[in-house]
């Protein structure tokens, strides 16, 4: 690969001529400005520049290379060429680097709130934006938490709890617990690493970790991270173009990966104001966009910048050509209906997550956990259950061990944690995740010891109460520490021209 000077890549600096260095490589960009799911804008702000600092957090390593012709890889910048740019260290750095220096001791996180306290302080602010955010009137992300307190334990008691186990069977793995850790974008926004804290944590301690579709760390760098037999999940969203999405998953089934969770509840992504008032592209950033050119629009958020690809098209009569590329078990993620269950039940699927997307699409939809009852009761008409070749998983608004066992109660095969484990290594890296377990595993075995239940075969119907899940009438305790870390949406802001 031939080396280019830095001068002659800063001459590319214009819509006609747009070239940019990522990794220290240039390329030519110019004829895929308007397909950049972001748009062009965001580009064009780092035309003839090195981009690698806005680019990394939110694309793997391998997009730009996988999605570029290779005619259009120019080559290596040279490095004598480079003139080093100091980075202006902003108040902002300031802050967050003294919060970085003064959070508490790892060991004094208790529950999965502390580590989201910690890197609501800790994050940028347009990482906490993007993560924190929920759709609309964020309605329905408080909902997938308080749902949790309308179901109340019936504890056994005078039972041998001297030995409780919580290992749990999840489509044919072994984990260490009945929660597998759900698919969550763009980690290196809020660490580094990103995805792989996650990947090695879990990997250390029997959990299994689902990939997300648009992670910052790329596909293989992670199943590279894993350890030999270590199960994984992938979270799928269906490409426009079907060739990239069968390429994608048969890959993904040859490195191993054990089982395939397609996203059925996001045909277009959300309003999530808070990261919508945060701009993916900021307004000041805008001196070399040329008139009259495509963009998205300004206000979009990360959100709409990265989700773009995502094919609103895809139907029931997709399934059969989806069990025609793959034999790994397939999950539809995103249910949130009796009706919905049965057709995914008939369509040959191996099960499905009762999921509002961590309150970030529908706002006002039931919570996963209300949902349960109902979608239960339905499945049953199908005949007996549980049912081996049929899962249904929960996740949103978890946060306790005693969350999963409610759900486990009600009928759901495992929960899947988000947010929490983000959170997690957000605050403290890896670290934060292998605490984040241990918590759990903490938690997990007082609870059964509480309620009687000795492994979690002996979780069952009988010992929670949920006649008051679909009632909205009357007072419940407040959640103290969920409102402590909640940020309440904002209106529009004046600017200060004092």
Not at 184 to 212: C, S, W, Y
Not at 425 to 445: K, M, N, T
């Amino acid at each position: 690969m031939s080396l280019v000077s830095a001068q002659a890549v800063a001459a590319h600096n214009n819509r006609e001529s747009c070239w940019i260095i990522v990794h220290n490589k240039v390329y030519d960009v110019t004829d895929f400005l308007d397909e950049h799911p972001g748009g062009s804008k965001i580009i064009l702000k780092y035309a003839g520049v090195d981009a690698t600092e806005a680019y990394e957090p939110i694309h793997p390593p391998d997009a730009i290379t996988t999605n570029l012709p290779i005619e259009k890889h120019i080559g290596a910048v040279d490095p004598n060429t480079v003139v080093k740019v100091v980075k202006q260290v902003t108040e902002e750095d300031r802050r967050r680097q003294a919060m970085l220096d003064a959070r508490p001791p790892i060991d004094e996180m208790l529950n999965l709130h502390d580590f989201e306290a910690v890197a609501k302080t800790v994050l940028p602010a347009k990482a906490w934006a993007y993560y924190s955010s929920g759709g609309e009137d964020e309605i329905t992300i408080r909902e997938n938490r308080a749902a949790f307190q309308r179901v109340w334990f019936r504890p056994r008691v005078l039972r041998d709890v001297s030995t409780v186990d919580w290992s749990h069977i999840i489509l044919g793995q072994k984990s260490s617990m009945p929660v597998y850790i759900s698919a969550t974008a763009l980690g290196k926004l809020g660490h580094p690493d990103g995805e792989l804290n996650v990947t090695r944590a879990a990997g250390k301690h029997g959990v299994i970790q689902m990939i997300p579709t648009l992670a910052s760390c790329s596909f293989d760098e992670i199943v590279d991270a894993a350890q030999p037999g270590q199960p994984l999940f992938l979270q799928l969203y269906v490409n426009r173009d079907r060739e990239i999405t069968k390429k994608y998953v048969q890959h993904a089934e040859k490195r191993g990966v054990k089982a395939l969770f397609i996203t059925v509840d996001a045909p277009q992504l959300g309003r999530r104001e808070k990261d919508m008032r945060m701009k993916a592209v900021d307004d000041n950033g805008t001196a070399k966009v040329q008139d009259g050119q495509q963009d998205v629009k300004k206000n979009e958020g990360i959100s709409r910048a990265i989700s773009s690809f995502i094919d609103p098209s895809l139907s029931w009569k997709d399934m059969a050509w989806f069990r025609s590329i793959t034999n790994m078990p397939i999950i539809l993620k995103g249910v949130a209906t009796p009706e919905d269950a049965l057709l995914a039940y008939d369509a040959g699927v191996q099960g499905i997550v009762l999921s509002n997307h961590g309150g970030r699409q529908l706002d006002t939809s039931f919570s996963g956990l209300e949902n349960l009852p109902p979608i239960i009761a339905a499945l049953k008409t199908r005949g007996p259950w549980p049912n081996p070749n049929f899962s249904v998983f929960v996740d949103g608004g978890v946060r306790r061990a005693s969350d999963v066992l409610k759900a486990l109660a009600l009928g759901a095969s495992a929960v899947g944690i988000g947010r929490g484990f983000l959170y997690s290594f957000c605050a403290y890296g890896q670290e934060g995740v292998e605490r984040a377990i241990q918590i759990l595993h903490d938690e997990f075995q007082m609870n059964m010891r509480l309620i009687g239940a000795r492994n979690t075969n002996e979780i069952v119907p009988e010992m929670v109460d949920a006649s008051a899940l679909s009632s909205r009438v009357g007072l419940s305790p407040p959640d103290n520490l969920y409102n402590n870390t909640y940020q309440p949406l904002s209106t529009a802001q004046f600017k200060n021209k004092l």
